[in-house]
């Protein structure tokens, strides 16, 4: 086959005819039809595909163990939120993206403990139950948490100021799947913006701000498992968050408390911030 711009993709889809796998079959062949439908639509220059490739190898260059780079390009790009959408099953808790700083392990904690270890801003307590679709508490249920601080920075983004593993916890859920633990209200943030993904958001006039919000992955035995947010309410950007993970189902209030009582049953000090919500997993069977 005489190769131009009209047999190109055949061509390149002819090669993949014979790959065993039949889903990466399927998945090449969807690649090869609409990469090479963009490139004729917008036929760029050499120059410019050649710095179409510069950008991705920077991209893969600013990785490293505690940053992710391409994850923050499928981010910005709406992508991540797509795949979670479209892999979203009925029922449970809305899902949203995993974001680029869930680098680490969690560390154990118990419920009741606190994942703030510094202890600079208001106290704050989250509280809630695992759930079933049908409503039943599901016992031991892990629920990984992570967020940054008061001020916007997660612990890998700032080693010599906060310990390792703040704003970080594993908890399991009670008999009655409930959890809680102590942390502070969480800032409004910007992604980084000191790499590739900066530099396009710069290039296209976009901000590169997220709403306050505390991460979760939820797991239970026979359920499948939930990556999401719960976004503090009031936040800015709760309208253009840069990854377009805000969802209105996962906006929670941090209502101030000055109940006594319940400071001293939860180890804080009166008056405090107090947000409660449900997580919902859906069975296995139910995908």
């Not at 920077?58 to 795949?83: H, N, Y």
């Not at 695992?130 to 940054?148: H, I, K, R, S, Y």
């Not at 377009?244 to 209502?255: E, G, M, N, P």
């Amino acid at each position: 086959m005489d190769f131009n711009e009209h047999t190109a993709a055949q061509a390149v889809q002819d090669s993949f005819r014979n790959t065993p796998d039949a889903r990466l079959r399927d998945l090449l062949d969807a690649l090869t039809r609409h990469l090479h439908a963009f490139v004729r639509e917008t036929k760029p220059s050499i120059k410019e595909w050649e710095e179409a490739i510069g950008f991705l190898t920077a991209v893969g260059q600013a990785c490293t163990d505690t940053r992710q780079e391409f994850v923050l390009l499928s981010d910005v790009l709406g992508v991540s939120m797509l795949v979670e959408t479209l892999n979203e099953h009925e029922g449970g808790t809305e899902s949203t993206v995993l974001g680029p700083f869930h680098m680490v392990e969690s560390p154990q904690r118990a419920l009741g403990d606190t994942i703030d270890l510094v202890g600079e801003a208001e106290p704050c307590v989250v509280s809630g139950r695992v759930l079933d679709t049908d409503g039943a508490p599901l016992p031991n249920a892990e629920v990984d948490v992570w967020q940054c601080d008061e001020n916007g920075f997660y612990d890998v983004q700032r080693p010599g100021v906060q310990p390792a593993g703040n704003g970080r916890g594993l908890f399991h859920t009670d008999t009655e799947g409930r959890f809680n633990f102590r942390t502070v209200i969480p800032s409004h943030y910007p992604i980084p913006t000191d790499g590739p993904i900066g530099r396009l958001l710069e290039a296209t006039g976009r901000h590169p701000y997220r709403p306050a919000h505390i991460h979760f992955i939820v797991r239970a035995d026979g359920h499948t498992p939930l990556t999401t947010h719960v976004f503090v309410a009031g936040s800015p950007y709760l309208d253009s968050d840069a990854v377009f993970a805000v969802k209105q189902s996962l906006i929670v209030d941090f209502t101030e408390s000055n109940d006594k009582e319940a400071a001293s049953r939860n180890n804080v000090q009166a008056p405090f911030r107090h947000a409660e919500f449900d997580l919902v997993l859906s069975r296995e069977a139910d995908r």
